[in-house]
């Protein structure tokens, strides 16, 4: 087994640079590295709320049809079906250059409609635009997320909380990257949401692929460095945003802000080349040793599958067990799926709700626009806090206390309905709670989705199904933001202009103001959060049996044979 020790840096790797250069960049850990970087850009979705309030002016739409809009943007960003098949059938790099060219052309088209550079679009255009820049993010996270899950498949929990944490904090990053770069312009971040993530894939394409590799004894050790470079990156920008509410910077001062953020991003490079010497230098001893005679074990012979002539949808109901790998149509059609998905409704639903609509509430509460900027952007550095905690606390309860996954959704979707209470009934300062509430409870979701979809139904599939198990989350948009939120705003804001004797053809923009504004939808959401909660715990105990076990005893077994010959050989 591998042990990544103490390791100087002398030539780049035993007076090889160039060798120890390609060896790296063909290595998991860089892989890693790449996959945090496509990942910290990979969340403009969660900026919605930002320049919403630039595409409502400009383009003169009420607060359904902006909450229209908001349904796209989260249908495009939850349906990544298509991206799962076609991952299926094409390598990685095709993947992540598919989800590069979506990205861009959607938000730049949609910056030239804002900018007044082409035509005014038709609504339904600008829901195709939003909705084939979002579904771009689910292009990364199937090149990205689900090749780190199957490069390091015993830390999967803690992986998808490192992955969808820096893409929790990508709001805020961008924030900071695009007041450096472009000032306090909500337009031009559309700008840089349309190049700056679409860059970020094709510079790192060929980096990113499935590598089979010895598990190294050191592994959740230098997963925590990962966390505390992360954590420490979220403590800085959420010490910017408070900063920047109460003083103002210059340009140099944001430009300065954004190039330790950066810094930060950078740092797990130089993690992964410390992680890549001694398997470089193992590598070097081994090609220097004199051919050693090996022992093949005698191929056993398959025999031929009975069933080959039975019909695809024979064995839908003759499912595994858990944890073994399902069919895609098995684990679409079992028990376990639909109970996921009714707690993926309630819980994603009610949250990306709150959030497509946090700039709107900040506004009918009398927030500034720039106290509303801080809302979004603390929103999205605990968003980056929940998915870390889910991902490595809940992977700690599960190693060493056989806590399950699914009791920690539970716990997590009833924190969310407390968020939803304060926008219900806020107080002074309730908005500032809440944004870190919901943002906490909403990145906690993810990484659990993600992670119990593989433990329940296995990696096999696991590009498609995790894809899947997320087709909630548009559903519930549409009927809770679409349907309920959006109507009721305007209701609220009808009612305002008829006190004034105005109508709404007077007006270009319906703007409701008051606590009332939002009272009864988020009161609706509150409830919805807290059955999604009860939903959960029918999940928790059919899966309770399954989490005592030992789950991840099929990868070591594995890689059982693959270490034992390694350290046969090393010690020849």
Request: charged letters at 15%; a positive charge; proline letters at 4%.
């Amino acid at each position: 087994m591998v042990e990544a020790a103490k390791v100087t840096f002398n030539g780049g790797g035993g007076g090889d640079p160039l060798g120890f250069t390609l060896h790296l960049l063909r290595g998991r850990w860089f892989s890693l590295f790449a996959s945090f970087l496509i990942m910290a850009g990979a969340g403009a979705t969660y900026l919605f709320g930002t320049y919403s309030k630039e595409i409502k002016s400009t383009l003169g739409y009420d607060q359904t049809t902006l909450n229209l809009l908001g349904f796209f943007k989260d249908f495009g960003a939850n349906v990544g079906v298509l991206s799962g098949l076609l991952a299926e059938v094409t390598p990685t790099w095709f993947v992540l250059l598919v989800g590069a060219a979506m990205n861009f052309a959607g938000y730049f088209l949609i910056w030239l409609s804002v900018t007044g550079k082409i035509a005014k679009p038709r609504v339904w255009q600008m829901c195709l635009y939003i909705c084939l820049g979002a579904n771009s993010q689910n292009f990364a996270n199937t090149g990205a997320l689900v090749t780190s899950v199957k490069n390091f498949p015993e830390g999967r929990g803690i992986m998808l909380g490192l992955l969808k944490g820096f893409t929790g904090l990508s709001g805020a990053i961008l924030t900071q990257i695009y007041l450096a770069v472009y000032g306090n312009d909500s337009k031009a971040l559309i700008l840089l949401i349309a190049w700056l993530p679409a860059a970020l894939s094709v510079i790192f394409v060929y980096t990113i692929r499935e590598i089979k590799a010895v598990r190294q004894a050191n592994e959740h050790r230098v997963f925590f460095h990962f966390l505390y470079i992360s954590i420490a990156l979220a403590l800085f920008i959420m010490a910017m945003t408070l900063l920047q509410k109460f003083v103002t910077f210059s340009r140099s001062a944001y430009a300065g802000s954004a190039t330790v953020a950066c810094a930060f991003l950078f740092i797990p490079l130089f993690i992964a080349i410390r992680e890549e010497l001694p398997i470089w230098r193992l590598k070097k001893q081994d090609i220097s040793k004199p051919p050693q005679i090996t022992v093949e074990k005698p191929k056993t012979v398959e025999k031929p599958n009975e069933d080959a002539n039975v019909a695809c949808f024979a064995d839908i109901c003759n499912k595994p067990e858990r944890g073994e790998d399902y069919t895609i149509l098995q684990a679409l059609l079992s028990v376990d799926m639909l109970i996921l998905f009714l707690a993926t409704f309630c819980g994603l639903g009610s949250s990306l709700t709150a959030v497509d609509n946090l700039g709107q509430i900040g506004e009918s509460l009398g927030y500034p626009t720039k106290t509303t900027k801080a809302f979004v952007s603390l929103l999205s550095i605990w968003n980056f806090f929940g998915r870390i905690f889910s991902g490595f606390v809940s992977e700690s309860l599960l190693v060493k206390y056989k806590f399950p996954r699914t009791l920690m959704m539970t716990l997590v979707l009833s924190l969310s309905g407390i968020g939803m209470l304060l926008i219900a009934f806020p107080f002074q300062g309730s908005l500032y709670i809440a944004s870190i509430i919901i943002g906490f409870s909403f990145g906690a979701q993810l990484p659990l989705l993600f992670a119990i979809i593989s433990e329940l139904f296995g990696l096999k599939y696991y590009s498609t199904l995790f894809n899947c198990g997320q087709l909630a989350s548009p559903l519930g948009s549409y009927i809770l933001n679409v349907k309920m939120a959006g109507p009721l705003y305007d209701r609220e804001a009808v009612k305002e202009l008829a006190k004034k004797g105005m109508t709404r053809s007077m007006v270009k923009e319906l703007i409701c103001v008051g606590p009332h504004c939002y009272r009864m939808p988020f009161i609706i959401l509150a409830a919805v959060t807290f059955f999604g909660s009860i939903i959960s715990l029918v999940l928790v105990a059919r899966t309770r049996k399954f989490y005592k076990s030992d789950i991840y005893k099929k990868f070591r077994d594995q890689v059982a044979e693959p270490e034992t010959e390694m350290a046969v050989s090393t010690t020849k």
